[in-house]
């Protein structure tokens, strides 16, 4: 019998069920990917969210001594998660190092879900990055099941922006690019397949709308000023809200409960650092979209984020 204080609240809610949900709204964008990229897609995927069970469950078993942690399905969504940041002709060989990386590195060092401080596909997308800048950055594109030319080659939007200009950029971004934008990393495929994942999940209440909301909020907001005052050298709002993995970073990981602030405001404030972020390293660094990096040096800043932002205390006004 276990006895703790009052007041006694139970919720019908696990962390099966939420990863469940998660699952569900990533189907959308990932079936668009298997689309468009066909099997060389699909076989990222399985190698991804395979290698990231396996490990789960081998370090759980032999080195924590702890009974399999495999069954709350957080290892296939940081496996599905990691697949979707890559690009989609990255060998399967580099895929496993960042599911190492992910889930041995960023999770279970940590002491397993719930206790990671960095969002763990995130953590393997950044080490590939930084490892491999060679296999992460090439964006040829495989032929799928629906196109119908052979492999060709060429840079993404953000990659055009250094080649064409900003004015030239803001042309291509047009009505298909909402539907799909074929090139970068397979998670970026689908704008209106990420939102429509991200509507299921406040629907079925699992995230809130406030971190995802002041993410594009900031990001419209800087891209407007920027733009405004030079807009041959800075790129606009619309470009830059439906080009990278700004969307997919916005619903799906800089949502995620355990590495973001536990307050609305916090998360207001958590995600306006993320937009600002995202619009310098866009602008300013090297690296023409710098999603992962914003989100990983935010989930640093959570803990002071909720120290000042906190929830009412229950029976308090």
Known sequence: MIVSPNPHIHANVSTKKLMLDVIIALCPAAIVSFLFYGLSEIAIMAISVASCVVLEWAITKYLMKKPS?????????????????????????????????????????????????????????????????????????PAGFISNVDAFSGATLLGQVS????????????????????????????????????????????????????????????????????PAAYTGPLFNLLTGGVILGACFMATDYVTSPMSNWGGVVYGIGIGFIVMMICYFGSYPEGMSFAILLMNTAVPLINIKFHQRKYGRK
């Open 69 to 141: 942690t495999t069954g709350d399905l957080s290892a296939i969504v940081t496996g599905m998660l990691l697949a979707m940041n890559l690009p989609p002709t990255c060998p399967l060989w580099v895929v496993f190092i960042g599911a190492v990386v992910a889930i041995a590195v960023a999770k279970m060092s940590f002491g397993g879900v719930g206790q990671n401080i960095w969002n763990p596909a995130l953590v393997g997308r950044v080490f590939l990055l930084v490892s491999f800048p060679t296999y992460m950055t090439d964006w040829t594109v």
């Open 163 to 230: 080649i064409l200009g900003a004015l030239e950029a803001d042309k291509l971004v047009n009505l298909q690019t909402l539907f799909y934008n074929i090139g970068g990393s397979a998670g970026e495929i689908s704008a209106l397949a990420l939102l429509a994942g991200w509507v299921y999940l406040l629907v079925r209440k699992v995230i809130r709308p406030w971190i995802t909301l002041s993410i594009f909020a900031t990001v419209a907001l800087v891209a407007g000023i920027f733009h405004m005052v030079d």
